[in-house]
């Protein structure tokens, strides 16, 4: 098998799986809301390959930095949703005069307005809603609450949307996503009722409602995308028409997680009085950057087919100086031994864009398309690392 033959550690990206997201999705928005966008969420993975890919599949760059702007700029990306609160002056102000979709999260971007008097421009504006109390338990920041747009509630929102038609610009859309901890469609829901409330008091005409991302994808058990999309399109059919407002998705996770495996070796077996620790040339860092996983889906290919003791317990480790890079356990089974192969898989959201360079450099990238296999990123080389990097004189 190809994959037992490159030298690890690697990730994989499965061209199958992705296309097989990507069509799912197109399908479930078609039946639901035929005039829709989805706006890949770059900051969950931007590998060049993947961006590129998903910009042939007919996707928008969803961009939430100057530089993340710049990047989808660099491959050619013109259809661009341009979201969150790392924006510059002079993108945002492009992206406005270039009729991007452009939604305002920020008082200072108000009043970057100023700069396009006369024009003839319209923005969308984000809106900070109270997911909590609608779903409580589910949003991220719980009772905190959470601090992306400007607040529905307390009036805030009312007094921007007013400032921003002060300055002659119209206001054509509204950004509602969110972040939760469970991705039931019950977030949705309260997502589009309150696109439909905010529209009908405040008598917007909306040509979009962003409902931003967060969906699972690629995973049987969990909430498929006709789920999300019926219901949502159910709801917000009582106020809006397909024919003039479009539904834009962020999805990121609902993509690429699913489509991405990250293949390792066991690299020694160490004994103590307390445990067996199976050290892999692999790392949680790359992973779980985060640290915040307490499980994944894996495969394990032992290297030989010779006998193997029965172990009660042994714990999977990384190659890092971190005690707690460990990664899971196994229990009751056989032993691991060097040269076995530990393959993790759906692990393409928010591990390799968020990954340290911690003691090894970042690891190769290979694209899996049906029975071949093509490098997209290679290992990083201390040239990569040293670049724009200035020493001792
Ligand atoms: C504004 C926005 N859109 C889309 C996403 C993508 O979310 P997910 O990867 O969960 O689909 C995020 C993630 O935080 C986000 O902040």
């Not at 939604?103 to 969308?124: A, F, Q």
Request: hydrophobic share 35%; net charge negative.
């Amino acid at each position: 098998m190809m994959i037992t033959k490159k030298k690890t550690p690697f990730f994989v990206i499965d061209k199958e799986i992705l296309d097989d997201n990507i069509k799912k999705l197109k399908t479930a928005l078609n039946e639901a809301w035929p005039n829709y966008i989805i706006g890949y969420s770059y900051k969950t993975n931007s590998l060049l390959w993947i961006i590129d890919h998903l910009k042939n599949a007919g996707c928008y760059a969803e961009v939430v930095s100057d530089d993340e702007y710049q990047l989808a700029k660099s491959i050619g990306h013109d259809n661009i949703v341009y979201n969150g609160i790392a924006k510059s002056k002079e993108t945002f102000l492009k992206a406005v005069r270039d009729h991007n979709i452009v939604n305002i999260d920020s008082t200072y971007e108000i009043d970057w307005l100023d700069e396009l008097k006369g024009e003839d421009c319209e923005v969308g504006i984000r809106v900070n809603f109270d997911l909590e109390s609608k779903c409580p338990g589910q949003t991220q920041c719980g009772t905190d609450g959470e601090r992306f747009g400007f607040c529905y509630e307390n009036g805030d929102l009312k007094k921007a949307m007013d400032a921003i038609n002060s300055k002659g610009v119209r206001i054509t859309g509204i950004h509602l996503h969110k972040s939760s901890k469970t991705r039931m469609p019950c977030i949705y829901s309260a997502i589009a009722e309150t696109a439909i409330e905010i529209a009908q008091k405040y008598e917007l005409k909306l040509k979009y409602v962003d409902i931003g991302g967060g969906f699972f994808g690629g995973l049987e058990t969990k909430p498929q995308f006709n789920e999300y999309f019926d219901m949502i399109a159910e709801i917000l059919r009582q106020q809006f028409d397909p024919a003039s407002t479009a539904l834009i998705v962020e999805p990121g996770m609902a993509l690429i997680g699913s489509a991405i495996d990250y293949v390792t070796t066991v690299t020694d077996i160490k004994a103590t009085t307390r445990n067996t620790f199976v050290v892999t040339d692999g790392s949680r860092i790359h992973i779980d950057p985060l640290m915040t996983k307490t499980s994944y889906f894996y495969d394990i290919i032992h290297k030989t087919d010779a006998a193997r003791q029965h172990m009660l317990r042994q714990v999977i480790c990384g190659f890092t100086c971190m005690e707690h890079d460990r990664l899971f356990e196994i229990a009751d089974s056989e032993e691991l031994a060097a040269g076995d192969r530990i393959i993790y898989h759906k692990v393409g959201a928010y591990t390799m864009c968020l990954s340290p360079l911690f003691i090894k450099m970042f690891p190769d990238i290979y694209v899996k398309d049906k029975d071949t296999m093509r490098i997209v990123r290679e290992k990083w080389s201390f040239s990569d690392y040293k670049r724009n990097c200035y020493g001792e004189e």
